[in-house]
């Protein structure tokens, strides 16, 4: 299956459900390392190329959230899978503002796990394949350039921070200009995963912080724009 270079990092402090995730991803070819707490989980990251992080939140030294943040802070932008005993919708949000690609509670099904592993690649080599030419990646609207194969933005000459949802939402609204989007496309576009009752409120979470990156809060041009009842659309 051309996996055999594919590592990827469970972060579980519970030894039988670290072996349980192991013995599952190991079928399917993968390179596994484990980590049984938050600071091994850093180290790890920081001495390997990883390709996909499965992360627990409740772990000794550093839990989940604050292992998610160094990684994300150290710009590393593999995809990470949240699998936690926490089940509410505020920890499930709460994981994906953060920078999760998908969160899964326990105790969960093996299968639906690799299913997530395997849909998290696909979506990540997708995204990150090299592309001919700059300009055909980069998407210049006024002074905004989005460039994909960089995964940059840039507002008059002044680069802007994102993170990866962030900068997904913004590069899917502002490909298809005057579209109107609905959160719930969103949400299936950029987490790639099926839609639930919260994921309104994590995208309107996100697009919140992406317009305050983009200066909307002063009264500057409006990139996106809310279409009431509707979704969202990209003005460029």
Same mark, same amino acid.
């Given at each position: 299956?051309?996996?055999?270079?594919t590592?990827i990092l469970?972060?579980e402090?519970?030894?039988d459900?670290?072996?349980?995730?192991? %013995?599952? %991803?190991? #079928? !399917?070819?993968?390179?596994?390392? #484990?980590?049984?707490?938050?600071?091994?989980a850093?180290? &790890?990251?920081?001495? @390997?190329?990883?390709? &996909?992080v499965?992360?627990?939140i409740?772990?000794? +030294?550093?839990?989940g959230y604050?292992?998610?943040?160094?990684?994300? !802070?150290?710009?590393?932008r593999?995809?990470?899978i949240?699998?936690?005993?926490? *089940? =509410?919708?505020f920890?499930?949000?709460?994981?994906?503002v953060?920078g999760?690609?998908d969160?899964?509670?326990?105790p969960? @099904?093996?299968?639906e796990?690799?299913a997530?592993? @395997?849909?998290?690649?696909?979506?990540?080599?997708?995204?990150?394949q090299?592309v001919?030419?700059?300009h055909? =990646?980069?998407?210049?609207?006024?002074g905004?350039?989005?460039d994909?194969?960089?995964?940059?933005?840039? %507002?008059?000459?002044?680069r802007i921070e994102?993170?990866?949802? !962030?900068?997904?939402? &913004?590069? &899917?609204l502002?490909? +298809?200009?005057k579209?109107v989007? =609905?959160?719930?496309h969103?949400f299936?576009?950029? $987490?790639?995963?099926?839609?639930y !009752? =919260?994921?309104? @409120?994590?995208v309107?979470? +996100?697009?919140r *912080?992406?317009? #305050? #990156?983009?200066?909307?809060?002063?009264?500057q041009?409006? $990139?996106?724009k809310?279409? $009431?009842?509707?979704g969202?659309?990209?003005?460029?």
């Amino acid at each position: 299956m051309g996996m055999q270079r594919t590592t990827i990092l469970i972060a579980e402090d519970d030894p039988d459900i670290a072996e349980l995730i192991a %013995l599952h %991803l190991g #079928k !399917e070819g993968y390179q596994l390392l #484990k980590a049984a707490d938050g600071r091994e989980a850093v180290r &790890l990251v920081q001495t @390997n190329t990883i390709d &996909l992080v499965i992360l627990d939140i409740m772990m000794p +030294h550093m839990d989940g959230y604050e292992v998610i943040r160094v990684i994300r !802070e150290q710009q590393h932008r593999m995809p990470i899978i949240f699998l936690s005993a926490k *089940t =509410s919708d505020f920890d499930k949000i709460t994981g994906l503002v953060m920078g999760a690609d998908d969160y899964m509670t326990k105790p969960f @099904n093996p299968m639906e796990l690799l299913a997530r592993v @395997n849909a998290q690649l696909r979506r990540f080599k997708q995204l990150n394949q090299p592309v001919s030419s700059v300009h055909q =990646s980069a998407l210049i609207a006024g002074g905004l350039t989005i460039d994909q194969e960089q995964r940059t933005v840039t %507002l008059y000459n002044e680069r802007i921070e994102l993170t990866p949802k !962030e900068f997904d939402i &913004l590069y &899917l609204l502002a490909s +298809h200009p005057k579209k109107v989007f =609905s959160a719930e496309h969103i949400f299936q576009q950029v $987490w790639g995963e099926a839609y639930y !009752e =919260s994921g309104g @409120n994590t995208v309107m979470v +996100h697009i919140r *912080t992406l317009r #305050k #990156k983009l200066g909307e809060d002063k009264k500057q041009q409006q $990139w996106i724009k809310t279409v $009431w009842g509707v979704g969202y659309a990209f003005q460029g």
